[in-house]
């Protein structure tokens, strides 16, 4: 038995790519009420510039690279991204403004990984979606953080065809997740047609 | 009334074995507090003060005879043999164990029932008219979209972890009784120029700590789009609703912080990527939910009746209670009669297990084995025959669901309070039973007439008592329980928040304070002026000096 975290589709692989994270900056926690607030606001700005150069790239493997770095790096990685070595993840809070801008095919990435902090914070379904349906994203997208057995049907259904279950939950398990309704209502991601009329009903 | 089919039947099936398994996963340690605390919200199921309280659908509160005894059933077995109907036209156990919920869901998927999306960060039960399909002044019968919008709202990949919770009403008549403006949503259905079904779409409104009525976003939408405007009002908020901070994650504090305008802006670019996708509902479709609403078979009946008027003129408390009780209905020779939840001295909103068998009982013999929950607590027979209500009343009076006192000062609306729910700084429900008690004279209260007083527990509003005539709030200073007032609040098309009259009073003055505001009431009205219109007329000052003086 593999001994992975990483999900494709319904199977469990081994996880070809590595993943670059960004090193960490002067983190600042915010306090709100005596408590420390964890989330993002949609939009806020992400890694600083100190943070961004001081990313190690590395040279010789298939590498998720955090958006920010990849906008920097862009002309030096062109090479690389023809060679399908590039892959991209970025955060809930960031936009997909940026990539969209300054890429219009954003078919060119092998991968695009979406981070969350938070198994709560919904807007990762959101951006699921958009980059299926408006961006018309085709290769795998894959979901990475907090992600677990009881949000994997929501992923699926937001167009998600890859999750890395968090370290210690039982992977075998969460695979079984991906199949909890057989007949969903509304049109989504993955079955597009509401079941109204994707069946006749009584 | 909508009858699952078997598609529906294996979702909600789905659904307890998938709840099934999350709890055994939670109570062997595999799922931690925070990661289970999400999964059993969106099954209604929250930790409470004493136990475990479990809120069941009611979806847009409507029920069968059928659903009721089995709720009744559930309450004997799992419960104290009693349930409390919300403000939110649901049902809440106080008293149920966390290890038997899934056996709790299986019974009610027995009877095409289930918890889900109760509570949570998600879309919630659709609510709607108590009165939808039998008002004299309705325009449009709202049940099959609210039925379609329950559909597509359950389990809704994209908005199951939004912001915050998020509530969507919807009314088809003149006068509002889903209180539109005060939810995230609201959907107002009317006729256009073209006589065609339309929808006038609020967003932003809400109680809780920040009040705050909606605002209309768009005046005009055609039907078939009524689930993809809401996609895309959703999305919006989804993205963009804070985060950060609970207080601050409603929709409506997005809606303020960007001005309607802006928000209208965001919302219409991201519906012109939505309009006309698969979710825009067709012809077909409507009409398939529709016709589970259509008219009751009704027998042609005159619009009096000797029996009815000759038990009026000969019985004085029938025929006081048939003036706050009884509603007009469109049909000729039938009415709908409200059954009062709030018995003076008694919780407002609780029904015994034996209460829920009789009303499902009369249900049966007089109202087509329906009924419906209002979200002033209260349980409603909407098809009885005229020449039938004096024997309603009569077994309803037996069994204590005949307290004359609906749309009075008694028919307090009012939330568990600190006697139940966690959340809460005070309690409500003594505040309830000691106004109801000093107010016991019938006679004094009809000569007061029409006033809502809702009571809630604390700033999270379930209470509505921000849009109470009357609205008392709970509050915690120092450790120790005070209560909040404010007059001048309103449901309905002309809906208004109420004003806060001065510092807080101490729960055993709250009887007393109550008075002084009728004193000043009773002395300022003009004739046929009710509590309301003389607090807009005169404004709070007066009631104020006398409260304090």
């Not at chain 1, 600083?48 to 010789?60: A, G, H, R, W």
Request: proline fraction near 4%; glycine fraction near 6%; hydrophobic fraction near 40%.
């Amino acid at each position: 038995m593999l001994n992975s975290q990483l999900i494709l589709n319904q199977s469990i692989i081994d996880d070809e790519w590595t993943f670059v994270a960004l090193p960490s900056g002067n983190e600042e926690i915010k306090k709100q009420a005596g408590k420390v607030v964890l989330f993002k606001l949609t939009g806020e700005s992400s890694p600083s510039e100190l943070q961004i150069n001081e990313t190690v790239i590395p040279q010789n493997s298939k590498i998720i690279l955090p958006l920010s770095v990849y906008l920097k790096n862009r002309e030096a990685l062109k090479t690389r991204l023809k060679n399908n070595e590039i892959a991209l993840w970025l955060a809930t809070h960031e936009t997909l403004h940026a990539l969209i801008t300054i890429e219009k095919d954003i078919n060119i990435f092998p991968l695009i990984a979406i981070f969350v902090e938070r198994f709560q914070d919904g807007r990762i379904f959101s951006l699921g979606n958009l980059l299926r349906t408006r961006y018309q994203f085709k290769n795998t997208l894959r979901a990475f953080g907090d992600v677990l057995q009881d949000q994997l049907f929501y992923l699926k259904r937001s167009g998600f065809d890859s999750y890395l279950i968090k370290t210690g939950k039982d992977v075998h398990e969460a695979l079984k997740a991906l199949q909890s309704f057989s007949d969903p209502y509304q049109g989504a991601v993955d079955i597009k047609e509401p079941v109204w009329k994707r069946r006749v009903r009584s | 009334m909508y009858q699952y089919d078997n598609i529906d039947q294996t979702i909600v099936n789905e659904r307890v074995a998938q709840f099934r398994d999350q709890t055994s996963r939670y109570l062997s340690g595999k799922l931690t507090d925070d990661e289970f605390r999400p999964l059993r919200l969106q099954n209604g199921l929250y930790i409470q003060r004493h136990a475990p309280m479990l809120r069941i659908a009611i979806p847009y509160g409507l029920l069968s005879s059928k659903q009721l005894r089995k709720l009744a059933d559930i309450a004997d077995r799992f419960d104290r043999g009693y349930g409390h109907f919300s403000t939110r036209q649901n049902l809440q156990l106080n008293w149920p164990k966390l290890e038997e919920t899934p056996d709790i869901l299986e019974e009610l998927s027995k009877v095409e029932m289930h918890a889900i999306q109760t509570s949570g960060n998600c879309i919630r039960n659709i609510t709607t008219d108590q009165f939808a399909g039998v008002a004299p002044d309705e325009i449009i019968d709202p049940r099959a979209i609210a039925e379609i919008l329950r559909q597509w709202s359950t389990f809704h990949p994209e908005f199951s972890f939004l912001p915050r919770k998020f509530k969507i009403a919807v009314s088809g008549s003149k006068q509002d009784r889903a209180i539109v403006q005060a939810h995230d949503i609201g959907l107002e259905f009317y006729y256009d120029k073209k006589q065609k079904m339309a929808i006038r779409v609020w967003v932003g409104g809400g109680l809780g700590r920040t009040p705050i009525l909606g605002s209309v976003i768009r005046e005009h939408l055609e039907w078939e789009h009524a689930l993809t405007y809401c996609e895309a009002i959703i999305r919006v908020y989804n993205l963009h609703g804070r985060r950060d901070n609970i207080y601050k994650a409603r929709i409506k504090i997005l809606v303020k912080a960007l001005g309607i305008e802006e928000f209208k802006k965001q919302v219409e670019a991201e519906w012109l990527h939505l309009k006309n996708s698969p979710n825009t509902i067709n012809e077909n479709e409507l009409k398939r939910v529709a016709k589970f609403f259509t008219s009751m078979p009704y027998e042609k009946l005159n619009d009096q009746d000797d029996v009815f008027d000759q038990a009026i003129q000969n019985n004085k408390a029938f025929a006081s209670w048939v003036k706050r009780s009884v509603h007009p209905h469109k049909q000729k020779g039938y009415q709908s009669v409200t059954l009062s939840l709030k018995p003076h001295g008694l919780a407002p909103g609780d029904a015994t297990s034996d209460q829920m068998r009789i009303v499902a009982e009369l249900a049966d013999q007089y109202s087509f084995g329906e009924l419906r929950v209002s979200h002033e607590q209260n349980l409603i027979l909407a098809d009885v025959k005229l020449k039938d209500i004096f024997n309603v009343w009569e077994k309803a009076k037996a069994h204590q669901l005949a307290t004359p006192n609906i749309g009075l000062l008694t028919d307090i609306i009012c939330c568990p309070g600190g006697d139940f729910c966690s959340l809460a700084n005070a309690k409500s429900i003594p505040i309830a039973t000691s106004i109801q008690e000093a107010f016991d004279d019938l006679d004094y209260l009809h000569d007061i007439g029409e006033l809502e007083l809702n009571i809630s527990g604390c700033m999270n509003a379930c209470g509505h008592h921000h849009i109470g005539h009357i609205g008392v709030l709970g509050v915690d200073k120092d450790g120790s329980e005070w209560y909040q007032v404010t007059i001048g609040g309103k449901q309905g098309s002309d809906a208004s928040l109420g004003t806060v009259i001065g510092p807080s009073f101490a729960a055993e003055e709250m009887p007393g304070v109550i008075k002084k505001l009728i004193d000043v009431y009773i002395k300022q009205r003009n004739p046929e002026e009710s509590f309301i219109d003389t607090v807009r007329r005169i404004g709070v000052n007066p009631f104020k000096e006398h409260v304090y003086a």
